[in-house]
């Protein structure tokens, strides 16, 4: 099993419209959860991090659950600027990445 | 502040020569990583290191190696490379979780 599995995708979803992401991680001693973004050809760059009790930022929110190992990130409204890969990143004594969910916001 | 700092950006390599990646931040973080990610698909962590004079494999170290003899610098060497080997490489420096990478090094082997 990866350490950490994310939702293949790619995500095709119309403007507006609200996606979910989740990711499972396989340690549960691990400490630390962030969601990332990627833009084509571009380093990845942080969007938000994950905390115990869910977090929100304007349209975007990041939720763990413990118990069953995974962290979700829920876009809500999506804009055509939205489109990229995002990346959970788990720590536990080093920083692991899910392959990444590819999300295309049209028209 | 330039933050992280690669180098070279491209660069094409014949199978077998050798060379090394370049990466240093002027934040004075402690953590540093090196990442590769090959097309459509996530980052690998090759090598971390938690501080100066401390290194650690990743998930996929093999044809690899580093060294940390500052806490600014944290290069990645490539001995006798194979085509496998063409990826983008990251480097990355971290503070309380959050990572701060380079621009990336797109690196071919033919």
């Known amino acids: 099993r990866k350490e950490v599995e994310q939702d293949p995708g790619p995500f095709n979803v119309p403007e507006g419209a609200t996606v979910a992401f989740n990711c499972t991680y396989s340690?549960?001693?691990?400490?630390?959860f962030f969601w990332y973004r990627q833009d084509c050809r571009k380093e990845p760059k942080l969007l938000m991090s994950?905390?115990?009790s869910g977090n929100e930022d304007g349209r975007f929110t990041a939720q763990l659950n413990r118990a069953s190992q995974y962290i979700s990130l829920l876009i809500r409204d999506s804009k055509l600027s939205d489109s990229a890969t995002y990346l959970c990143?788990?720590?536990?004594?080093?920083?692991?990445f899910g392959a990444g969910t590819r999300l295309t916001v049209k028209p | 502040n330039a933050g992280v700092t690669q180098t070279p950006k491209f660069r094409i390599l014949k199978i077998g020569q050798s060379m090394t990646l370049q990466c240093t931040q002027d934040?004075?973080?402690?953590?540093m990583y090196w990442y590769r990610q090959d097309p459509g698909m996530g980052l690998k962590l090759i090598y971390y290191s938690v501080g100066a004079g401390i290194t650690d494999k990743g998930e996929v170290p093999n044809g690899y190696n580093v060294s940390r003899s500052t806490t600014e610098d944290f290069p990645l060497r490539l001995e006798l490379a194979a085509p496998s080997q063409t990826s983008v490489y990251f480097c990355?420096?971290?503070?309380?979780?959050?990572?701060?990478f380079g621009e990336g090094s797109r690196l071919t082997v033919l």
């Open positions: 990143v788990v720590i536990y004594n080093d920083m692991r």
């Open positions: 990355a420096s971290a503070i309380t979780g959050e990572l701060f």
């Open positions: 994950v905390y115990s």
């Open positions: 934040m004075n973080h402690n953590y």
């Open positions: 340690n549960s001693a691990s400490q630390s």
